[in-house]
């Protein structure tokens, strides 16, 4: 039997586990995390129903998860915007753009996104990436969306991180096939990154990406009719 992510008690929404990964568009690992260490992170306690299954208030869980962001935001570091945004880079560079003392510091899907990529002698893989590309992944730490390019510079910009992957495909077909079957998004990162080989947190901001392609499409749709 499958167990909902999400129910009303008396009139009022709560979450269990998966349903908080679902809304706040964080993997169930970093769920487990954040409740493993509540006293760290102040999530607020949860509450069981009468099979055992534990729920949290939805309004609550909104609560922590803005004062979350806005902690995480006021920790990051500084994005360096300097340079040509089509210059090549290599990791350790990078680091100086984001900020980070090590190249070790860098996110997982840094290496998702190479924009080239070497073979060497041993079998190992160097990676190197535009500075726009950098720029982009950077600024989705915050939010805010990169335009690829710095002050008097021209040219297109990526309205997302995303634009453009071949992998928003896959997961624009997960949704579609979701939204046909009248289900929701649950699960569906776990699916894309299967499909894909890839972290369910990358999976999580393909879906986000391809979401916002499709809502944008279809009211681009309806203002043309």
Known sequence: ????????????????????????????????????????????????DESGHEWFWLDEIETFHAAHQAAKLAELTEVDRSGD???LV??????????YRSYRNLPDELN??????????????????????????ADART?????????????????HPYAGDPRLEAAADLLAKA???????????????DRLGISQRTAQRLLGAANTETEISERSSRAAN
Request: aromatic share 6%; no cysteine; proline share 4%.
């Open 179 to 193: 939204h046909t079957a009248g289900r929701g998004r649950r699960g569906l990162s776990a699916a894309l990154a």
């Open 112 to 137: 998702e996104r190479a924009d080239d990529i070497e073979i060497l002698s041993d079998g190992r893989k160097r990676r190197r990436w535009y500075r726009r590309t950098v720029w982009d992944l």
């Open 85 to 87: 945004p089509n210059e």
């Open 143 to 159: 939010g805010r969306q990169s335009t690829g390019r710095t002050p008097g510079t021209t040219g297109p910009h990526k309205p």
């Open 90 to 99: 290599g990791s350790g560079e990078a680091a100086k753009i984001f900020g």
């Open 1 to 48: 039997m499958t167990v909902v992510a999400r129910r009303n008690v008396d009139n009022r929404a709560a979450l269990d586990r998966d349903g908080i990964a679902e809304h706040t568009g964080v993997a169930l690992t970093t769920v487990s995390h954040w409740l493993r260490h509540r006293v760290q992170f102040g999530i607020p306690d949860g509450f069981t």
